[in-house]
Structures are given as C-alpha cells and as structure tokens.
C-alpha cells in the first residue's frame, strides 16, 4: 500500500503533466484544427474518466455519448475487485464520483472486454509490451484510425511521466492471485488528426481537443500499452460478428479473459480458470433467445455475457447432443436434457482426478445428458471440425471413441488415451468462423 504522502505526490505529478498541456498547448501547436467540431463531455474532481472517456469518443464518431456513458457505469461494475473485472472502488456503488485515489482507481483496459459490443460498436484491444515507449505500436493505432477515420477513435490509458506500476496489491479471493495495480492513470479518447503524425486528444479535464504527436502519445502510452481502438458499424449483426472474427491474429491483437467474463471465470474454476476457461476469440455481439447478447469464446466454455443478469456458460454439450440427434448419429432415447445417468468407469476416475469430486464437475460443466455411447472416427471428424487447436484427426482411433455428454461438456475415452475434455467451445466459434465465410 502507497503512503498518503506518495498518494498526494503522484496526484500532483498527474495534475502537473495536464496543467503543462493547457499552459504550453499554443507554443507547441498542440491545439486541435478549428474547422472540424468536436463535443468533450467536463470531467470534474472524480474517478470518472473511464466512463468519460466513453462519452467523448462515441458522440465524435455519430453516436449517443450522454447515453453511452449512463450504460457503461451499469456494465462496468464498481467494487474492491481486480481491475480487471471493475471500476476498482472501496467508496460505494458510485466510488467513481468520488476523488481519485488509489482506493477509487477506475477500470484497466481488459475490464472493457465485450462493453463497447455491448453498446453496438467493433472493438478490439490493442497491447504492446508494458513499460516500453513503442512509436511502432502508437503507428499501428494510427492506421487502424486511417480506415475509416470519423467513425472511429482510441481510447487511451494514460500514465503521466512518474507512476508507480505496482502501486497497490490486491489479492483475488478464488485463486490467491497478487494482482498489482498501476497509479496514477488518466483515460482519454482520441482520433486522427490533419497531420497523420498527431492524434487529437478529448480529455474531459482539459475540456478542449488538443493534438500530440504520436511519439508523445507512445511515452504516455507506456504504462499499460494498451488501447481499444472502436469504430462505428452501420452494418449487420453478421458484419460486426465477421470484423471481431477477423481480428485474432492480426499485429498488437489480444484476446483478453476481463470484464465480468474474467470474474466468473475465477468463481467457477478458481485457480485452474486459465487451464479451463481461457479464452480464443474476440467477443461478439449474438442472439441467444430473443434478445442480443455478448459471446466471448472460450477453449472449453463460451462465455454468454448480458450484464446485467451477469456472464453464463452457453449448453455447449447440449448444442453437441442436438448436432449429433441430427446428424443421426445417436437415438432420441439415449438423450435426456433433464439429467439421466451418473459417471461411470474410466471417465469417472478421470473427472475425480482432475477436479476433485464429480460434484465439482457436475457444478462446472452441469450434470451428464447421456449415458456413455460409441462414436466412430468418421462420426467425430464428421461434428468436430478439421483445423482446429485439438483435431480428432490429429489422434486417429479405429477403434472410435466412448462419449459421455453433460450440460455444457463433452467427455471421450479411448483405451489408448484414457479420458479428456473436448474443447467443445473452440469446435462452436470453429463453426461461428465457418458460417461467417472467415477463412
């Protein structure tokens, strides 16, 4: 924990580096062009720059920026978690409209995972390595805003020239995890400028847009070195789905476990969340039901993310037990939704080993739809696409396989192999990428 004394020193340092920008702005030329009109959304003296920082960049690009920021204090939640997964505050459920300090943080980058989808627009998380000043990384977002540059900004974690990187720990209560935090930070939209060598900078605490040029957005970058780069979709649910798809892979991409995804994650696995519920893809707005949703892939669960009811695990064993009745590969009496058999045999030994109790999976996974039935090679490769992470390919058995289906979980045993766990969320957004045409 940080002395009151440093707390008030970094504060000052902070205030200092944006009292500089407004004091010397006209002789370094960093004022925004006059001809083009941009709306800033006044911070006053409280943690609210996140949200902020939202509203300033969603009304620049044609959106409702009053609207957006009134939804993200909802989505993002306010409580003494990682921040990663919440607007970090020991204040109350409106911590943010206290005075900044370490106990009234604000949000990391990750804690925005899914929000801006939530909201109706693309977003993907951009990371450089922490601590570096990377002009390589600052031109990468700039391209990224060339595309189409009145419909998109950066929002920008700033840090100013002298933080603490690990200001304050925070232990998470299911996993033990030492989580450091950073201090002090400021958050920021931006977009391109005139000049390609400059981005315009909307900071509800200077109230004006101003312009840096890209070598000093990456010296204020490298705290976090990591940014959302957001931009406006006027199209189908289909065309964001294939713009998040297409994303995986691409330079400075990540795919970050944040958010309320990260959260649960951590409930239900506790320290084991990064073996089993790790995640592979961006996330993408979907219908479940009759209503739109947040879908974050995961290798083995697909986060099913509403906010406001909270993040659920899709029934991915169930969707497997539907694809398999269809395809006729087994008999409507071997499937029964409601719960029909226990674990048995080697898979029982297998699931004892690796989560403690069948209880334990049962919570995790949901409890068994199927007996243990046989599944062929050619009936595998025939519901488990080619070219994914674990192929059944890859791991041919004449012999074919015994299969055991839960709620959202599927579990195959070979006397070659033993038992393991289909990554059943990997082979569901294999499919989503299929139908979108993104191969």
Same mark, same amino acid.
């Given at each position: 924990?940080?002395?009151?004394r440093?707390?008030?020193?970094?504060?000052f340092?902070?205030?200092?580096?944006?009292?500089?920008?407004? *004091?010397?702005?006209p002789?370094l030329?960093?004022?925004?062009?006059?001809?083009?009109?941009?709306?800033?959304?006044l911070?006053?003296?409280?943690?609210?720059c996140? !949200?902020?920082?939202?509203a300033?960049?969603i009304?620049?690009?044609?959106?409702?920026?009053?609207r +957006?920021?009134?939804?993200?204090?909802?989505?993002?939640?306010?409580?003494?978690?990682?921040?990663?997964?919440? !607007?970090? %505050?020991?204040?109350?459920?409106?911590?943010?409209?206290?005075?900044?300090?370490?106990?009234?943080?604000?949000a990391?980058?990750?804690? !925005?995972?899914?929000?801006?989808?939530?909201?109706?627009? @693309?977003?993907?998380?951009l990371?450089?390595?922490?601590?570096?000043?990377?002009? @390589? $990384?600052?031109? +990468?977002?700039?391209?990224? &805003?060339?595309?189409?540059p009145?419909?998109?900004? =950066?929002?920008l974690w700033? %840090?100013?020239?002298a933080y603490?990187?690990?200001?304050?720990?925070?232990?998470?209560?299911?996993?033990?995890?030492?989580?450091?935090?950073?201090?002090?930070?400021?958050?920021?939209?931006?977009?391109?400028?005139?000049?390609?060598?400059?981005?315009?900078?909307?900071?509800? &605490?200077?109230?004006?847009?101003?312009?840096l040029?890209?070598?000093?957005?990456?010296?204020?970058?490298?705290? !976090?070195?990591?940014?959302l780069?957001?931009?406006?979709?006027?199209g *189908? &649910?289909?065309d964001?789905?294939? $713009?998040? *798809?297409?994303?995986?892979?691409?330079?400075?991409?990540?795919?970050?476990?944040g958010?309320?995804?990260?959260?649960?994650?951590?409930t239900? #696995?506790?320290?084991?969340y990064?073996?089993?519920?790790?995640?592979?893809?961006?996330? &993408?707005?979907? #219908?479940a039901?009759?209503?739109?949703?947040? /879908?974050?892939?995961?290798?083995? =669960?697909q986060? /099913?993310?509403t906010?406001?009811?909270?993040?659920?695990?899709?029934p991915?064993?169930?969707?497997?037990?539907?694809?398999?009745?269809t395809?006729?590969?087994?008999?409507?009496?071997?499937?029964?939704?409601?719960?029909?058999s226990?674990?048995?045999?080697?898979?029982?030994?297998w699931?004892?080993?690796?989560?403690?109790? =069948?209880?334990?999976?049962?919570?995790l996974?949901?409890h068994?739809?199927t007996?243990? #039935?046989w599944l062929?090679?050619?009936q595998?490769?025939?519901?488990?696409p080619?070219?994914?992470? #674990?192929?059944?390919?890859?791991y041919?058995?004449? *012999?074919?396989?015994?299969v055991?289906l839960?709620?959202?979980?599927?579990i195959?045993?070979?006397?070659?192999?033993?038992?393991?766990?289909?990554?059943?969320?990997?082979?569901s957004?294999?499919?989503?990428r299929?139908?979108?045409? =993104?191969?």
């Amino acid at each position: 924990m940080v002395s009151q004394r440093k707390i008030h020193l970094f504060s000052f340092l902070f205030a200092l580096i944006i009292g500089l920008l407004l *004091s010397v702005g006209p002789v370094l030329q960093i004022h925004a062009d006059e001809q083009t009109s941009y709306r800033i959304k006044l911070q006053g003296n409280d943690s609210n720059c996140d !949200f902020i920082a939202v509203a300033n960049g969603i009304q620049n690009i044609g959106g409702d920026g009053e609207r +957006a920021y009134w939804s993200v204090r909802s989505l993002v939640p306010q409580r003494v978690r990682d921040y990663k997964e919440a !607007f970090y %505050t020991t204040l109350g459920p409106q911590g943010s409209d206290q005075p900044f300090t370490p106990n009234n943080l604000g949000a990391a980058p990750e804690a !925005f995972t899914g929000v801006y989808q939530a909201l109706g627009y @693309d977003a993907v998380l951009l990371a450089a390595h922490a601590g570096d000043v990377d002009l @390589d $990384f600052v031109r +990468a977002i700039r391209d990224r &805003l060339a595309v189409n540059p009145e419909r998109s900004f =950066v929002h920008l974690w700033i %840090t100013p020239y002298a933080y603490d990187p690990t200001a304050q720990l925070l232990t998470v209560e299911e996993t033990g995890e030492q989580v450091s935090m950073l201090y002090p930070y400021h958050e920021v939209a931006a977009m391109l400028a005139a000049d390609p060598e400059r981005l315009v900078i909307l900071d509800g &605490l200077v109230g004006y847009p101003y312009e840096l040029a890209l070598n000093e957005v990456a010296s204020l970058l490298r705290g !976090f070195n990591q940014v959302l780069v957001v931009r406006r979709n006027d199209g *189908s &649910l289909e065309d964001h789905q294939r $713009f998040e *798809s297409n994303q995986t892979g691409q330079p400075y991409v990540v795919t970050p476990l944040g958010g309320p995804y990260l959260a649960a994650a951590r409930t239900l #696995f506790g320290d084991a969340y990064q073996t089993w519920g790790a995640v592979i893809g961006q996330p &993408l707005r979907v #219908f479940a039901g009759d209503r739109e949703t947040v /879908m974050v892939p995961g290798a083995y =669960v697909q986060y /099913m993310g509403t906010y406001v009811d909270g993040v659920t695990l899709a029934p991915l064993g169930e969707q497997m037990a539907t694809d398999l009745l269809t395809a006729g590969f087994i008999a409507p009496d071997q499937v029964a939704l409601s719960g029909n058999s226990d674990l048995e045999n080697g898979i029982r030994l297998w699931v004892e080993s690796q989560f403690g109790s =069948v209880d334990r999976f049962y919570q995790l996974f949901g409890h068994t739809i199927t007996p243990e #039935f046989w599944l062929s090679q050619e009936q595998m490769n025939a519901v488990v696409p080619a070219g994914m992470a #674990f192929s059944f390919d890859t791991y041919p058995q004449p *012999s074919g396989y015994i299969v055991v289906l839960t709620e959202r979980a599927m579990i195959v045993w070979t006397a070659e192999r033993g038992a393991w766990l289909v990554p059943l969320g990997h082979v569901s957004y294999e499919r989503y990428r299929l139908k979108l045409g =993104v191969f």
